[in-house]
């Protein structure tokens, strides 16, 4: 078994037996082995206040030179203190590795094995934590860069996935794409920004390496170690460029931090304080966070290292939100209860893994830390992935992670493209939802975003066959709020507040043939509003033969739209907004779509009704 299986929120090791052909993510997922049209993929192991001054690390002259046994700690001081904080690392056996003054975090080298307990004994610091049980590698004093792959020519085209429908993202392009003035970081394993769907749309001057803790801003260190991160990368952003795959919000920016370290590919706390930092000093609206920071699955405020962990990351998120910067987290692939936590049998995962006792003051971070929204992971069909941690109070929001056979296909490095499944593959596409939601209202703050989400969230009930999934419809522990639904999300400055109604049935719409499709409304008193939102996703190889309407239960019939006959654009995905007022909202409306010519089929996939 690969190491990397074993180490990170992985399913339990005889499930993962039966998934020989699936590898566990380096962060939260696991994924089936990539897959390429015309040429295969190597397969991979996949899966502080506004005010204050920049967060730029300060770097304290040249770092001595690495020696075996050298250990990397978390020195937390008020951010008043930082200067003595950093003269009193060295009067007890470590240096300065690099420093964010303005939150009051150090990281710190050495190789004494008393180093910690030392610095705790000095006055002014807050706390001290060794961030991993085994050696910093010899390349963070001289870090190479990642390879820079070949670029492989797709035949792919374009088309709608599972997932992006699920979440209706195909019908918010529609409304919006995304704007270029959002940026997205991918704190992840990197990013291939010279892949032929994220070219367009990635921010090399933002982008970085945070691996070991330090900013890395050389050309290309930004790059991926793994695959995970540009899969990652092509679910939030790929560009909609006719080639491949679309990402949720094609038209806004990505930039790359990568915190992976190389080899290892884990995910440390240093590098993790350096990614936030990073985002919030350069102005990223959203980050994803597809991992969990190793080498301890939780973290726990009882044990000295752990609470300095937890106190550095919550610090440097705290900072980023406060510059406008709002996280979303996987919530891991272990199909655990985050809400009653009894054991971690998978930590430390950088030495030996010791089988311990936890309670639910134990973090998963970054995805616990107030502020960050959380994210389990459905199937194609809204069904809870079967791998997916949930939890009563702790997860936020759902979307599409793919199970067993049906995964998320998304950009790989080398301009592939393959299937990954896990919560790793959930979170970015609510990254993308929450960047589409800051394109339509640059003024949104992160609190903004995160109640955007919640009430945009299609609601999904408990199953009635899994007793672990508590609450109710509107908001348990399978789902949180729901499903993320990218169409309300886009619908306007605020959330959608009338009655949904919605028929996903499919109703094929042969040659010169009228056909309709019924929805019936209930609970709705008067008539219907001035502003009635239609959502229409047809499928249909030639629009021009299309003439689509509205049928009021009175029978009264709204045009909305008589496509050109010369219009040979494929599919109709679009929101219509219909003054109704004069129909009574209440009885069965029919969405009625008239092909005129032959030679051209197609399908009304879904429709939906927003009074």
Request: aromatic share 6%; with cysteine; charged share 15%.
């Amino acid at each position: 078994m690969s190491p990397l299986i074993s180490r990170r929120l992985g399913r339990p090791a005889a499930a993962l037996a039966v998934l020989s052909a699936m590898a566990l993510a380096t962060p939260t997922a696991f994924a089936t082995a990539a897959t390429a049209t015309t040429t295969p993929t190597v397969p991979g192991a996949v899966s502080a206040p506004a005010a204050q001054a920049p967060a730029a690390p300060a770097v304290a002259g040249t770092a001595a030179g690495w020696a075996a046994g050298t250990r990397a700690y978390l020195v937390i001081s008020a951010p008043a203190d930082i200067a003595a904080a950093k003269t009193a690392v060295a009067a007890k056996g470590g240096t300065v590795f690099a420093s964010y003054d303005p939150i009051g975090v150090i990281v710190a080298h050495s190789t004494s094995a008393g180093f910690a307990a030392a610095l705790r004994t000095v006055t002014g610091i807050q706390q001290v934590g060794a961030t991993r049980t085994s050696d910093v590698p010899a390349d963070a004093y001289s870090p190479a860069l990642p390879a820079n792959p070949a670029q492989a020519a797709t035949t792919l085209t374009e088309s709608n996935r599972w997932d992006m429908t699920q979440i209706k993202a195909d019908q918010a392009w529609s409304v919006t794409t995304g704007s270029p003035s959002v940026k997205v970081g991918v704190l992840d394993t990197g990013v291939d920004d010279q892949h032929q769907d994220l070219a367009p749309n990635f921010d090399a001057a933002d982008s970085v390496s945070c691996a070991y803790g330090k900013p890395d801003t050389r050309s290309g260190a930004w790059r991926d170690v793994d695959t995970h991160g540009t899969h990652v990368a092509g679910t939030i952003a790929a560009a909609k460029n006719g080639k491949g795959v679309i990402g949720v919000a094609p038209g806004v920016k990505i930039a790359s931090v990568r915190i992976a370290e190389p080899t290892s590919t884990l995910f440390y706390a240093e590098n993790t304080v350096c990614g936030f930092v990073w985002a919030g000093d350069h102005g990223f609206k959203v980050t994803n966070n597809s991992y969990y920071t190793d080498p301890w699955q939780f973290n726990c405020p009882n044990d000295l290292d752990q609470a300095a962990i937890i106190e550095g990351v919550k610090r440097a998120q705290e900072y980023a939100e406060g510059k406008g910067s709002l996280q979303v987290a996987a919530a891991g692939n272990s199909n655990y209860d985050l809400a009653n936590k009894t054991t971690d049998t998978e930590s430390p995962n950088d030495s030996t893994k010791v089988a311990r006792t936890i309670s639910n003051a134990c973090l998963d971070i970054p995805t616990e830390l107030p502020g960050v929204v959380t994210v389990a992971a459905t199937g194609s069909g809204s069904g809870k992935a079967s791998y997916s941690n949930f939890g009563r109070g702790v997860i936020d929001v759902a979307a599409p992670g793919g199970d067993g056979a049906t995964g998320v296909y998304s950009t790989l490095p080398g301009g592939k493209y393959g299937t990954k499944s896990g919560t790793s593959m959930a979170s970015p596409h609510v990254t993308g939802v929450a960047a589409l939601i800051a394109s339509t209202d640059p003024s949104l703050t992160p609190a903004d975003i995160r109640a955007r989400l919640a009430g945009q969230a299609n609601d999904l009930a408990c199953p009635a066959s899994d007793s672990r999934c508590t609450g109710t419809t509107a908001n348990n522990g399978f789902f949180g709020e729901g499903q993320v639904d990218a169409l309300k999300a886009v619908g306007g400055a605020t959330p959608p507040t009338g009655k949904y109604f919605e028929n996903t049935a499919d109703v094929a719409i042969p040659d010169n043939t009228t056909v309709e499709s019924p929805i019936t409304v209930t609970g709705v008193s008067g008539n219907a509003p001035a502003a009635l939102k239609v959502g229409v996703d047809i499928k249909h190889t030639y629009r021009g033969d299309l003439v689509v309407s509205l049928v009021a239960p009175d029978g009264t019939v709204y045009l909305l739209e008589d496509f050109p006959n010369n219009d040979s654009t494929d599919n109709v995905a679009k929101t219509y907004t219909v003054n109704a007022a004069a129909s009574a909202a209440n009885g069965t409306w029919k969405l009625r779509v008239k092909d005129g010519a032959s030679g051209d089929t197609g399908t009304i996939d879904a429709w939906n009704l927003t009074f």
